[in-house]
């Protein structure tokens, strides 16, 4: 699993060794002057430009960029500083110019693009953790430009800490995409969630011995926890005691969305999956998927909304699942049916792709998608819910949780029906979990099962038969059940 921090816990961290003069902006300095030492002999020897410049900021994180610069001078790889900042680190600069680093003055620099064009490879050290609200003049339009010119030049880009822009804000997305990034003490939100994740490359944590206490911020699931955490069946139980899942999903025009999200349901292994919704939906799943049960009684989770436009009779049959007081999962059709009054009730787990969030906020998709962190933060607090949001990463939000992610899978997972497919897998590992904890068991936060769901759905992807090509809802569902199968294995 990996964690991230924000900058304000790392500081908290970092404090006590900085107190004790442990040196670890020399350490940090050190981990990138080796790194790029190493991609200068991999440059090299592909016969591309591996000269070096450094980007160096104001802050601390110039500093690390000062002293990886004096490293690489000791290394004898001549590399060049473009100081950004008229009060740059002050020991660190010593210590490059001590070293016979050539240092440039950005005001000295005409034309900043064509400048570092000359370099192949950019440490970025302009601002790390220590940013503080919107970038201003003169970072901004330094990084607009250089964002830029990588692009143009291939500069093969590493990141001091992180991609300087980007720290605690995942919605933020001014800043130099990198190849690779090494950061320190711990990840912080945007280098863990997208969109900001996706500008970072490679990313390695330095730990550099700070130890971070408390909650992380977010926290990324595989495989790993996939394996560790999903409720197995255990010998004295019975089918009740497994979870047991209800499902009223699919409609005349859109009957496929209920068989796939059944049959899903099936493949996570609940004691029992009721069908409860359309009489003719229930017609088509009986024979295909006689084990379904489609009398009504108890249920530990239930799914609402898959392959339905919503209107009254789903509004009224979410309302009758929330008052039963149980986890429901809202998704598709039933999303539209969500009020922000009924807060006296079970818990409530949305399931919205990027679109159906902003149509639930009234907002733009264009703005969702640049920010999906901050408006599946917007939804959960106004609906008093879980949000489960969908897009190439699963981002899944609630009150007073981390922040729970899932990496892709594939983008092959677009496709129609894969969101009905991850619909049943929640609602029955929800029920899953629910019957654990009627047994007493400590079971973890809503975020984290439904993490562990959607883990599931992009571990099925690698059992459909045409992966890693393009993939059928229907061979996903059935992938679910092999997915889980594989974690049984020893
Ligand atoms: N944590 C650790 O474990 C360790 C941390 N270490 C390193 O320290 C770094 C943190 O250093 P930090 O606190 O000095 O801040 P930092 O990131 O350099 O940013 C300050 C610079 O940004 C600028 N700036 C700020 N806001 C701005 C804005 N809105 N718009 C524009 N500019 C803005 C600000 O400018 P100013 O406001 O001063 O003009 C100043 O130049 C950390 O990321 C890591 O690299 C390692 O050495 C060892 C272990
Ligand atoms: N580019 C992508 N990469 C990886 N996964 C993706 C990508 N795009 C969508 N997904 C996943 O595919 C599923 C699509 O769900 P949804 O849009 O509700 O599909 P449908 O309604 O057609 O069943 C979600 O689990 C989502 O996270
Ligand atoms: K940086």
């Not at 450094?54 to 590399?79: I, K, Q, R, S, T």
């Not at 030049?153 to 590493?158: G, I, M, N, S």
Request: with cysteine; glycine share 10%.
């Amino acid at each position: 699993m990996r964690t991230a921090y924000t900058s304000e816990a790392i500081r908290t961290a970092e404090a006590p060794l900085l107190a004790d003069g442990v040196p670890l902006m020399r350490r940090a300095a050190r981990a990138i002057a080796e790194r790029a030492a190493a991609v200068v002999s991999e440059r090299r020897a592909a016969g591309v430009n591996a000269e070096v410049l450094v980007l160096v900021g104001g802050g601390n994180n110039g500093g690390d960029g000062l002293w990886a610069a004096y490293e690489l001078a000791d290394f004898g790889l001549a590399p060049r500083v473009l100081l950004a900042h008229e009060h740059p680190h002050a020991e660190g600069l010593a210590a490059a110019r001590g070293a016979g680093v050539k240092i440039d003055q950005l005001a000295d620099v005409d034309d900043v693009a064509a400048y570092a064009g000359r370099f192949g490879i950019w440490l970025d050290a302009l601002a790390g953790i220590g940013l503080s609200g919107p970038l201003s003049e003169p970072l901004a339009g330094l990084i607009d430009a250089l964002a830029a010119e990588r692009e143009r030049a291939e500069t093969f880009v590493l990141a001091v800490d992180c991609p300087s822009g980007l720290s605690d804000d995942p919605g933020a997305s001014l800043a130099i995409r990198a190849d690779e990034t090494i950061t320190f003490a711990a990840l912080t939100p945007a280098l863990l969630l997208p969109p900001a994740c996706r500008l970072i490359g490679r990313v390695r944590v330095e730990n550099l011995g700070i130890e971070l206490v408390g909650a992380p911020a977010a926290i990324e699931l595989g495989a790993v926890e996939l394996r560790a955490s999903f409720p197995r069946a255990r010998h004295l139980d019975h089918k009740y005691t497994r979870g047991v899942v209800g499902i009223d999903a699919g409609s005349e025009t859109y009957p496929g969305a209920g068989l796939l999200a059944t049959r899903a349901a099936l493949a996570a292994g609940p004691g029992m999956v009721r069908f409860l919704g359309e009489e003719g939906v229930a017609r088509l799943i009986i024979p295909a998927m006689p084990e379904v049960v489609t009398a009504p009684g108890r249920i530990q989770a239930a799914l609402i909304g898959s392959g339905t436009e919503g209107g009254p009779r789903i509004a009224a049959a979410l309302a009758d699942f929330l008052a039963r007081d149980i986890p429901v999962v809202a998704d598709a059709g039933a999303l539209t049916c969500v009020s922000e009054a009924a807060r006296d009730r079970g818990a409530l787990i949305l399931t919205p792709h990027l679109g159906e969030l902003a149509t639930l906020l009234g907002c733009e998709r264009a703005d969702v998608e640049a920010d999906p962190v901050r408006y599946a933060r917007q939804a959960a607090e106004r609906f008093d819910a879980v949000v489960v949001a969908k897009g190439p990463e699963t981002v899944i939000v609630e009150a007073s949780e981390p922040i729970v992610t899932i990496p892709p899978a594939s983008p092959y997972l677009a496709t129609a029906g894969s969101g009905d497919v991850l619909a049943g897998v929640l609602a029955a590992t929800l029920a899953q979990f629910a019957a654990r904890a009627e047994a007493g068991e400590t079971v973890p936060a809503l975020s984290y099962q439904a993490g562990i769901a959607a883990q599931l759905h992009a571990s099925a992807v690698a059992h459909c038969p045409s992966a890693p090509g393009p993939i059928r809802a229907l061979d996903l569902a059935a992938g679910i059940a092999l997915a889980l199968g594989a974690t049984m294995e020893p």
